[in-house]
């Protein structure tokens, strides 16, 4: 599926193709509680990274979070998480370990986008108590990452287009 996608001033506008353009996750963790806002969490979707077009590349700025775990050295995370330099939008994740993936934010995406079967609601040990967490049919409660891989979930689901 062809997505568009844009950050709100508009300085930059990007295209990719996805293999699985159906949001799947909300991630309630800090780094995209604090970096990508909205209610306490991001949404997740896969792109092939060879196919990402971007215009307005000189507004890009990329960050590198700051991994904080218990009993263990701060590291950097070598994940890039894009955002525009002018407005602040939250764009996309692209990930060395995975380099032909790309992880738009379905928030920074124009194209309309499929209404998920299910939602996995991720890394809830992190949450602050005031986010209201979705329950019940169609989320499912994971306390860190889930098991099952963005590819796995959306073949089990039949929402992975050709």
């Known amino acids: ?33 604090k970096t990508a806002g909205s209610g306490g969490y991001a949404i997740n979707l896969g792109g092939d990274a060879a196919s990402l077009k971007v215009r307005g590349r000189k507004h890009l ?40 993936l790309v992880h738009p934010h379905a928030s920074a995406i124009d194209t309309p986008l499929p209404r998920p079967p299910e939602v996995v609601e991720a890394a809830l040990d992190y949450a602050p108590s005031w986010v ?16 099952e891989s963005l590819e796995a979930w959306h073949k089990r689901h039949g929402v992975r287009s050709a």
């Open 61 to 100: 700025r990329v960050y590198h979070a700051v991994l904080r775990e218990p009993g263990r050295r701060s590291t950097r995370s070598p994940a890039g998480r894009h955002f525009c330099g002018e407005c602040g939008s939250a764009l996309w994740l692209w990930d060395p370990r995975w380099p032909e």
């Open 1 to 33: 599926m062809h997505l568009e996608g844009s950050c709100h001033c508009g300085a930059v506008r990007f295209s990719l193709e996805a293999h699985s353009p159906v949001p799947f996750m909300h991630c309630h963790c800090s780094i995209c509680r």
């Open 132 to 147: 209201d967490v979705p329950k019940g049919r169609g989320h499912v409660q994971c306390g860190t990452w889930p098991s």
